[in-house]
């Protein structure tokens, strides 16, 4: 495994998915960091013989390749950021799992300001009762087939276990027609697609007479490639286990 992330030590990059929009702009990041593009592996591709010539791996391909990611990962030994957005309870459970073996960073966003931005709507959400009502509005470009969006459900997340209540019981979306007043301590998701959106996310906390929103903008994509390559590099330097990327911030 490479030297940590503070070092001067050169790391080499694997990057799943790497002729995918993101993929693209991470390979740039690496690049601009100082560091090197390794291998890159395409859809179809099988990412094990590869790997094992990297320093450490980032998957931003889709669900169906992310067995294959990781149990690639961890035949090489080295550390994985995924940053992969609409995974279910199954690709849960094999991150779980792996984490037992290898460093694994699992997020919805790996930008540096949603970070902040989740770790403020935790605090908020800790510190304000059921009485305000939280609702997660988010925006993306007309090409995103995942709703709401990694992020979204991140930022929802982070309000629910600050309220410890489960997330999957306590939301309400997709609102239409006469559908009676809103749930007492519900999480609301509305999600709007269109144009070349990067990335807007709001989190609203509405109660009695006053109200707080919590927003983020993401005016290009390199954003998140520059977090990602600053969360992989800071996973270099960790041992075994499951890492968010407040954990890259000391959050």
Sequence with gaps: MAQGADSETTRRF??????GRM?????????????EFCVGVDQGGDPEP????????VDFSAPGGLKASLAAAETAGIPILIGTTGLDETHFTLIAEAAK?????????TSLGITLIAHLVREAAAR??????????EMHHRMKVDAPSGTAKLLGEAAAEARGIALADNTESGRHGHTGERG??????????GGTVAGE???????????????HSAEDRAIFARGAVKGALWLTDQG????????????
């Excluded at 993929?23 to 560091?35: L, S, T, W």
């Excluded at 590869?50 to 791996?57: E, H, M, T």
Aim: negative net charge.
């Design 14 to 19: 694997a990057v799943i998915g790497h002729k």
């Design 184 to 193: 007492r301590g519900t999480i609301g998701f509305a999600t709007l697609r």
């Design 23 to 35: 993929g693209r702009a991470i390979a740039a990041a690496i690049e601009e960091a100082g560091h």
């Design 128 to 137: 304000l009762g059921p009485e305000w009502d939280i609702e997660v509005l």
């Design 201 to 215: 996310h709001s989190v609203i906390f509405a109660g009695p007479q006053e109200r707080i929103t919590l927003a």
């Design 50 to 57: 590869l790997l094992g010539q990297c320093d450490v791996a």
């Design 101 to 109: 073996t290898i460093p694994v960073l699992q997020t919805g966003n």
């Design 240 to 251: 075994p286990g499951r890492y968010r990327m407040e954990d890259v911030l000391g959050l």
